[in-house]
């Protein structure tokens, strides 16, 4: 089990250090429950670093060209962390999205959103610049559609993830409380802090 993480902001050779004693026990179960779930699929995560200088706290979920998933972590998130537990929360969350199928259901509300907006701008007589501008719209709009879902989902998911890894999710999720609370805010891609806090409390109650 990794020690447990000093309180505060870690030095990048620290945080990479804690940071890959969390991924060996919470990405073979992450890879694990993938293929329970999604018999076929690409489940070979590879995780990785951005260890360049200047970049702000951030942690991403994307497919390689291959169709392999890659989870990406900045050095400011790692570092960040004011404990494993709540890496192993964040490492999670991130595979979640994969394991959930997101990245599909994101691409196709875009396109599905581009092109609507596509129709009703041609059908309102609008020139092509106007068109091409709509559409644009159209896909951002259709991709934030279900942004917020996918974010709850991904915390529940990720939850338990952490969990069988035997991490503690309520204490992972504590991050949540130094991040800037998005509110309400229309067409915003998270949902309110306190929510995805609500979202991890009753999966973790239903695991126990």
Not at 138 to 153: K, P, V
Not at 193 to 208: D, F, H, P, S, T
Request: charged fraction near 20%; proline fraction near 9%.
């Amino acid at each position: 089990m990794p020690p447990p993480l000093p309180d505060g902001p870690l030095s990048a050779e620290q945080a990479a250090r804690n940071f890959v004693a969390v991924v060996a026990r919470v990405e073979p179960v992450a890879e694990a429950m993938c293929r329970e779930r999604n018999p076929g699929s690409n489940c070979d995560f590879q995780i990785v670093v951005d260890d360049r200088p200047g970049q702000p706290p951030n942690a991403f979920q994307t497919l390689d060209r291959a169709g392999r998933p890659i989870v990406g972590f900045s050095l400011a998130l790692i570092a960040d962390a004011r404990n494993a537990d709540e890496i192993a929360f964040v490492v999670g969350h991130e595979t979640a999205h994969h394991i959930a199928g997101h990245i599909p259901q994101v691409q196709r509300t875009a396109t599905t959103g581009a092109v609507l907006a596509g129709v009703l701008a041609q059908a309102s007589g609008a020139t092509p610049e106007a068109v091409r501008a709509a559409q644009q719209m159209g896909a951002t709009m259709g991709a934030r559609t279900y942004a917020r879902d996918f974010e709850l989902e991904a915390d529940a998911l990720g939850a338990e993830i952490a969990f069988r890894a035997g991490f503690d999710p309520l204490r992972g999720a504590a991050f949540f409380d130094r991040l800037p609370d998005p509110g309400d805010q229309f067409l915003g891609s998270h949902p309110p802090n306190a929510q995805r806090k609500e979202i991890v409390r009753r999966v973790v109650a239903g695991l126990r």
